[in-house]
């Protein structure tokens, strides 16, 4: 049972299964219930299945965030979003450390007294197996920042959203991300001529950091009209900030990227080597889900939507 949104960091840490998500979408239908919302669940390609509260049709606004939860890496899934040789140089790395790792079992086979040419196809084998562990392999038992950060404050905004503009706001979370954003896509998909005007206001891995930094799409950039309205809520917020990144090398990899005109948005840390980075999710250690940060962007958002509709 759900009495809050923060409650699902305890009672629904881990998201993957069909029954933990089965048991994770009941819950979150009986308190949206509660709160005033008759949330749906719409099937999608893969077996994703969103759940969505509010009304897709009327909405000007999507809200979202994905509810589904990672396979456990032996490494973390370092991000730095606005720095681009760190995050060239992370992936290059990642890239050759699984090379290796698949490349080991031929190499032994290989010494072994097997071809050549079967080794190779153990090496194959191996590298598939591996990227598909990291898609579909056990479930990551921390998950606080990546993604309940998200879930929970899409919750909050949708409570906090007063009565009379819930009919410009339409929820979604989204399943199915960590396999390659399929809940989204079929959401855009099934939903396309409406999306195609809506803003999308996408929350993942906003726990953790003190500059919190959106991230909007080349096709809303190009719109002065949606930044002007977007740039209401960027500042500081106390000892923390909310920015939009404008200008220069920008990659955040997330559900927003399915839609004309999206946001991605996310909490960073920061360091003189990697600018601003996210460095836990999907280990062990993405414990972290400071509630300031929730509340900053429900205030926020809240407060962006009612204080004045974008053309």
């Keep these: 049972m759900i009495d809050r949104p923060i409650d699902i960091l305890r009672v629904f840490p881990v998201r993957k299964t069909k029954s933990q998500k089965q048991a994770f979408r009941d819950a979150i239908q009986s308190y949206l219930a509660a709160v005033g919302y008759d949330a749906a669940i719409e099937k999608g390609k893969m077996g994703a299945k969103n759940i969505v509260f509010g009304n897709p049709e009327t909405a000007s606004y999507l809200i979202t965030a994905h509810y589904d939860t990672p396979a456990a890496m032996p490494f973390p899934n370092l991000i730095t979003p606005c720095s681009f040789l760190p995050f060239l140089g992370y992936q290059l790395l990642i890239t050759i450390m699984i090379l290796l790792i698949a490349f080991m079992p031929g190499l032994i086979l290989v010494s072994l007294g097997m071809r050549a040419d079967n080794a190779s196809r153990i090496w194959l084998l191996s590298l598939y197996a591996i990227l598909a562990l990291m898609l579909i392999g056990p479930a990551n038992k921390r998950n606080a920042n990546d993604n309940t950060s998200g879930v ?102 997330s559900d927003q990227k399915n839609f004309l005109y999206g946001v991605g948005i996310a909490a960073f840390r920061r360091s003189k080597w990697a600018g601003l980075y996210c460095s836990r999710i999907h280990t062990k250690k993405d414990t972290i889900l400071e509630e300031t940060n929730v509340n900053i962007l429900r205030a926020a958002i809240v407060s962006l939507i009612t204080c004045g509709a974008v053309n």
């Excluded at 954003?181 to 855009?188: K, M, T």
């Excluded at 809303?220 to 740039?231: A, C, E």
Aim: charged share 30%.
């Design 152 to 253: 929970v404050t899409v919750l909050e905004i949708a409570k906090s959203m007063p009565e009379s503009y819930r009919n410009k706001v339409c929820f979604v979370l989204f399943d199915l991300e960590e396999a390659g954003l399929i809940g989204s896509s079929s959401y855009r998909k099934a939903h396309k001529k409406q999306t195609d005007n809506q803003i999308i206001l996408n929350l993942d891995c906003v726990g953790d950091g003190n500059e919190i930094v959106m991230f909007p799409t080349k096709k809303l950039k190009r719109n002065p009209v949606k930044m002007d309205w977007l740039r209401r809520i960027s500042g500081s917020w106390g000892e923390k900030s909310i920015r939009i990144r404008e200008k220069g090398f920008a990659y955040y990899p």
